[in-house]
């Protein structure tokens, strides 16, 4: 199964795809993890990165497509993938189709997680108190919502008018928003 989880910053993609990896086993491709990795690691691209995280902003898309592309190409996703933060903008949703059509993969689903922002903020703002990542300070937080309404929204719209795309409410417990997930995607809770 190839699945993309869309959804503005902390609607909890990261944490959806993370569980539906222990339910799939299927890999949890989270293009934020591999930059944070990237930056960790101290690679030239994780410090070109890591400037560009730390300000909200998008790493460039030339350099997001050799990152997926790369990872996409490797054996462990033939049986599937969960695609966590990438697309982010519409030329990347169609490198991405460009790049499975290639490796003869179609997307499945796309699934669109839907939270209010007053939700989201509260929700940065405790991950931003426990894990400190640089990114969840307000005003970085406020550049990112700006940016996903200008940028990533119109993702949905795309794979919309492709019949792909499938909402889902993201309030609730984390648990609550896997079973919605789950029921889209057919699958029993076992
Ligand atoms: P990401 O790592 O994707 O960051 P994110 O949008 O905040 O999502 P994340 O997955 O971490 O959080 P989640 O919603 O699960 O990207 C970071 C940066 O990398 C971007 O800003 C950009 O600079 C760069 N980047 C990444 N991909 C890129 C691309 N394709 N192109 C260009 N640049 C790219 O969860 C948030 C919090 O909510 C968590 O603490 C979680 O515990 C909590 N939570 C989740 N569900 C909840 C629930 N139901 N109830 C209560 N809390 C919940």
Redesign the pocket.
């Known amino acids: 199964m190839r699945i993309v989880l869309l959804?503005?910053?902390?609607?909890?993609?990261?944490?959806?795809a993370a569980l539906l990896f222990e339910h799939l086993e299927i890999p949890h491709i989270?293009?934020?993890?591999l930059?944070?990795g990237a930056a960790a690691n101290g690679t030239e691209l994780g410090l070109k990165?890591k400037s560009?995280?730390e300000r909200?902003?998008?790493?460039p898309?030339e350099i997001?497509l050799g990152i997926i592309e790369e990872r996409l190409s490797q054996a462990d996703v033939s049986n599937g993938f969960i695609l966590?933060?990438?697309?982010?903008n519409v030329e990347?949703a169609q490198s991405l189709d460009v790049v499975l059509t290639r490796l003869n993969a179609p997307l499945d689903e796309a699934i669109q997680i839907d939270v209010d922002s007053e939700a989201i903020i509260k929700?940065?703002a405790?991950?931003a108190q426990?894990?400190g990542r640089a990114?969840d300070s307000e005003d970085v937080v406020r550049n990112?919502m700006r940016i996903y309404e200008e940028k990533t929204a119109p993702v949905i719209d795309y794979y919309a008018g492709k019949g792909q795309l499938t909402r889902v409410m993201?309030?609730?417990?984390?648990e609550?928003?896997l079973q919605r997930i789950l029921s889209v995607l057919n699958l029993d809770r076992s």
């Open positions: 959804g503005a910053p902390g609607s909890g993609k990261g944490t959806q989270s293009t934020g993890d930059l944070r990165a560009i995280i909200g902003d998008l790493v898309d997001m966590d933060g990438y697309p982010r990347q929700r940065i405790k991950r426990e894990e990114d990112r993201g309030s609730g417990t984390i609550e928003v």
